[in-house]
């Protein structure tokens, strides 16, 4: 397992990872999203090229070895079954093992999951839009008269080089109000230790 950051550590056995993974005044990179009944977003200055932080985002396979919150994406036909080639493209399926909240970090492939706190989400990869870099993919589980949600991630370049990432979804229709009552807490956690355990891979020179 790669060492996490004694300051990101310290920070999460604190509670107070999202205070690393706000960044206040950079302009955005995703698109303009209505209000719905509830968000959640998280972002991070990582200090690694543009092109890197992109490629981690769409490495499903390497979550497991970094990330707390999404601990496996799967892509899979329109029968729910896992394909060869696990490159995200739009309107393929991912089914995603989440940890709502997230695990401690740091975790790797060989980090149990909490049972108590796993979730299934069955999801449409919509966007990758890598001219713009920019990826969302929508749940499939309801109706979207009864619940819509799309998660959206984005990279932006720093005047610095450094790279901007950014990830939001914002919860439609009644369905959300339940959501929100039961996970909302748990799933913003969720972004900002994933905004964090991102940086902390990225920088650590374990993306080729």
Same mark, same amino acid.
């Given at each position: 397992?790669?060492?996490? #950051?004694?300051?990101? #550590? ?8 999202? $205070? ?29 090229? $543009? ?10 396979? #390497? ?14 036909? #329109? ?25 401690? $970090? ?51 370049? $720093? ?50």
């Amino acid at each position: 397992m790669r060492p996490i #950051s004694l300051q990101t #550590s310290f920070l999460c056995a604190l509670g107070l990872a999202p $205070l690393v993974t706000r960044v206040v005044g950079q302009t955005s990179n995703l698109p303009a999203l209505p209000d719905g009944v509830f968000s959640a977003q998280a972002s991070v200055i990582i200090d690694a090229p $543009l092109e890197k932080v992109w490629e981690a985002i769409l490495d499903f396979p #390497s979550y497991p070895n970094w990330n707390p919150f999404a601990r496996s994406m799967t892509v899979a036909n #329109s029968w729910w079954i896992p394909i060869d080639d696990q490159t995200p493209q739009e309107n393929k399926r991912v089914i995603i093992r989440a940890q709502i909240p997230p695990l401690p $970090l740091p975790v790797d492939e060989n980090t149990p999951d909490n049972a108590l706190h796993t979730q299934l989400s069955f999801e449409n990869i919509t966007t990758i839009d890598t001219a713009n870099h920019r990826t969302a993919w929508r749940a499939l589980m309801l109706p979207q008269a009864l619940l819509d949600a799309e998660r959206w991630q984005a990279v932006s370049i $720093l005047e610095d080089g450094k790279t901007f990432y950014e990830s939001k979804e914002v919860f439609y229709a009644p369905v959300a109000y339940v959501v929100d009552a039961l996970f909302s807490q748990g799933i913003q956690q969720g972004f900002d230790s994933q905004a964090t355990a991102l940086k902390e891979w990225v920088e650590g020179g374990d993306v080729s």
